[in-house]
């Protein structure tokens, strides 16, 4: 009886161990947490439309948004639209709000699918933080972080 026991203890340890490398073996859905970034140069000191879009290459569900902006009032949104849903209701939001420096960057956004868009609508304030120059090229992103299936 306990030789019984321990084996089916070392069993459910080794499963256990497994799950760790193949959290997906025993899915009939696979899901991991990934990432989903929209990007687009710009020029410091020059004020400028921000316009980005792109599709998933998988569904993505995104919960977390980030964003690089150095400091506040660099840059502003106007539109966060997911599967053409807009996560703003109303107004402009500070870009700062999704910057890494900031704890509060939860959103549920609906679940994009390859044939959908996130879409991020903005302007660049011309603003020119400390540490940068006229001129510098700065690349802005906003990232978009949550379950996703893996592509089969």
């Known amino acids: 009886m306990i030789q019984i026991i321990k084996s089916i203890i070392i069993e459910i ?3 256990i161990r497994e799950l760790k490398i193949n ?3 025993y899915s009939r859905i696979k899901i ?6 929209l990007s687009q140069e710009l020029t410091i000191g020059k ?4 316009s980005m879009t792109d599709q998933p290459d998988t569904t993505i569900r995104a919960q ?4 690089n902006v150095p400091c506040i009032q660099f840059i502003f949104i106007d539109e966060i639209k997911a599967a053409n849903i807009s ?4 107004g402009k939001e500070d870009a700062y709000n999704y910057s890494i420096k900031n704890t509060l960057r939860k959103l549920d956004l609906p679940t994009i699918t390859p044939a959908n868009r996130i879409v991020v609508l903005g302007e660049y304030t011309g603003l020119i933080p400390k540490g940068f120059n006229e ?9 978009f972080k ?4 893996l592509c089969d």
């Not at 977390?64 to 964003?67: D, E, L, P, W």
């Open 32 to 37: 991991e947490e990934f990432t989903m970034s």
């Open 47 to 50: 004020p400028c439309r921000i």
């Open 135 to 143: 001129n510098d090229k700065f690349i802005f992103t906003m990232s």
């Open 23 to 25: 959290p997906n073996k």
């Open 13 to 15: 340890f080794t499963l």
């Open 87 to 90: 996560a703003l209701l109303a």
């Open 64 to 67: 977390v948004v980030t964003s």
């Open 146 to 149: 949550g379950p996703a299936t």
